[in-house]
């Protein structure tokens, strides 16, 4: 039940307090967990609400959704509960449960029994969903490639293709498959039902293949992408809270300055008649776009200006060099240095050096600000304000880890989507006009997207970045491992077994009324379902806990960029040029692509 916060209620024998009332802002989500269950705690109407910490339908964390008219909205596909109740709006019985909140003394109390008997029953059998009539499988029973002695089946999977063959083997083989590499059982799984089981159940009984974290480690880059356990708690909270709504649309304006350059650097090189190399440019927008949103640092790569540039340069080197340390047999490159290694060193040193800079510069300006101002600017002033504070204590080296992780998976993801899409802008000039006239009916007379809330109303734009990131998955494959042996749909996994999640395979699966490989944004808006059945296999961010971060940030960088092309220039095939080929170097980017922009008469 509700608890006033006058109220005061006798202690529980097995109390724990999870808050002070002090601490609760109005209409904000407080994270809380207690014995690796998460609960959320919030503030409403002269009230302290204490309710499960994760969405019930596919386990995103709760503590990341936003509150507005009394509502709880989950940041993953909006459901939304009563504050009060916890009640689910709309069809479906999936309410939330509450717990009876203990307010005494200015302190937020819950019963620990009560939270995990709620834990227990949860996690207890469905006894009403009945059993699969198949005994359960081992790996040895399941099918997959044939093995190379010794070698298992490295010899395949080359690191660039590495998503194209395990992608190959699942219409070969089915949506799971097994194979091994130098001795270690992988478990290829392409079925979107399984995949989001092992999702929705992460960091407790997954973690990232932890090859991922002992290389991320290695390089000084082990932040909230790597981590796990209690450390990934800490960091997720602070990131997270720094990437919401709120704080996405006072970083607006600088995001609208960003994209008013690249259209500066794209008019002037068509007037001159000069070859856009349209890859590298929106590698170097979303770095600008990056640095100067979570870092606040103006890096001036679109104008050609200051350190961008070299920067820029130096991550092109790192990710491919990642993706092959995570993915190699052997860790040769601790024995012996080669011309790729050493390259590698180079850039490490020299983004090192920004990420430190960027922190004095920050820390420098945290120092005189007033008492009083304690909104963060970016993302890296709020890691040093919680440092600073103790809300959340993170060491030095964790705050590094941490600006590195955002320049890494900041810019080479977005940058990779927004050029897929102007892939299939030139592929379908039908498409592309659609877009156009959207776009000029929305934002007219304006160049590009100024106001936060209009891309909501570019359906159909928003439409064809959906069905890009379906066909065109920047993070295609997803590597976990379990932390003790489970059993995933019929199948018994050993702990030290990998899973392989083929998230682009499996939303390859959810082809509605049109063929599944077929590039079509309107199998997202036929029909009143049409999005939520596309959804079941749909992954591009990932799904459960551990949902991308940045996906509120990304998903306004690339809505953006795609409006200001839509409404400024004409994009076309290259003729004669090389067939686009898919490439994995930690992220899946475009290789050979080439078009042209012509502005619009």
């Known amino acids: 039940m509700n608890a006033s916060l006058q109220a005061m209620r006798a202690r529980s024998p097995d109390t724990v307090v999870i808050a002070r009332t002090k601490e609760l802002e109005d209409s904000r989500v407080k994270a809380v967990n207690i014995d690796g269950i998460d609960l959320i705690v919030l503030r409403h109407a002269n009230a302290i609400s204490i309710f499960q910490g994760r969405c019930p339908h596919e386990g995103t964390l709760l503590s990341e959704g936003t509150i507005k008219d009394g509502l709880l909205t989950c940041r993953a596909h909006d459901w939304q509960f009563n504050c009060s109740s916890g009640c689910k709006q709309g069809l479906g019985v999936s309410n939330l449960k509450r717990f009876e909140a203990i307010v005494e ?54 690191p660039e293709r590495l998503h194209l063959v395990l992608e190959q083997w699942s219409r070969e083989f089915g949506p799971v498959y097994t194979f091994r590499l130098i001795g270690r059982p992988f478990v290829a799984i392409a079925d979107p039902i399984l995949i989001h089981q092992v999702l929705r159940d992460r960091p407790g009984a997954y973690r990232r293949w932890n090859t991922i974290e002992t290389v991320a480690r290695e390089l000084g880059i082990n932040g909230v992408f790597s981590t796990e356990g209690d450390a990934w708690r800490r960091q997720r909270q602070l990131v997270a809270k720094a990437l919401d709504p709120l704080h996405l649309r006072a970083l607006f304006p600088s995001l609208c300055e960003m994209t008013r350059r690249l259209l500066q650097r794209w008019e002037s090189a068509t007037l001159a008649q000069q070859a856009i190399d349209i890859q590298k440019d929106l590698m170097r927008y979303t770095l600008d776009v990056t640095t100067n949103l979570a870092l606040g640092y103006d890096m001036g790569t679109i104008d050609g200006q200051g350190k961008g540039d070299v920067i820029r340069r130096h991550l092109e080197v790192m990710f491919p060099a990642i993706n092959r340390r995570i993915n190699a047999p052997f860790p040769a490159w601790r024995d012996t240095r080669r011309p790729a290694d050493k390259a590698l060193d180079r850039a490490l040193i020299a983004v090192q050096a920004l990420t430190k800079e960027l922190i004095a510069a920050n820390r420098a300006r945290l120092a005189q600000r007033s008492a009083a101002d304690t909104i963060p600017a970016n993302l ?20 590094l880890a941490n600006v590195f992780t955002i320049l890494l998976a900041g810019q080479d993801t977005t940058a990779s989507t927004i050029a897929w899409v102007a892939y299939f802008m030139a592929s379908h000039p039908e498409v592309q006009r659609k877009m156009q006239e959207e776009v000029d009916a929305v934002i007219a007379p304006a160049a590009m997207l100024e106001d936060f809330d209009a891309g909501d109303a570019l359906a159909y734009l928003n439409a064809v970045i959906n069905e890009t990131m379906r066909l065109k998955s920047v993070t295609p494959v997803l590597a976990v491992e379990p932390n003790y042996d489970v059993q995933v749909g019929d199948i018994a996994i050993p702990k030290g077994a990998v899973l ?11 082809g509605g009324n049109s063929a599944v490989d077929v590039f079509d944004p309107d199998r997202w808006l036929t029909g009143a379902s049409a999005a939520s059945h596309h959804r079941a296999g749909f992954m591009p961010f990932g799904s459960g806990p551990r949902l991308c971060p940045g996906r509120s940030l990304a998903l306004m960088e690339v809505r953006s960029a795609v409006a200001m092309l839509c409404r400024n220039f004409d994009l076309l095939q290259v003729k004669d040029a090389p067939e686009v080929e898919e490439v994995f170097a930690f992220s899946m980017v475009p290789r050979n692509l080439r078009v042209e922009l012509r502005r619009r008469g």
């Open 380 to 399: 890296l002033e709020a890691l040093l304000m919680a440092q600073q504070e103790g809300e959340a204590p993170l060491t030095d080296d964790e705050v």
């Open 105 to 158: 003394d200015g302190d937020v109390k819950v019963d620990r029994n009560e939270v995990r008997a709620w834990n227990a029953k949860r996690s207890a059998p469905d006894h009403k969903t009945p059993l699969r009539a198949s005994p359960v499988r081992s790996l040895s029973q399941l099918p997959g490639p044939k093995r190379i002695p010794f070698r298992g089946t490295a010899l395949h999977l080359q």
């Open 500 to 510: 392989s999640l083929l998230t682009r395979e499996a939303g390859l699966q959810q």
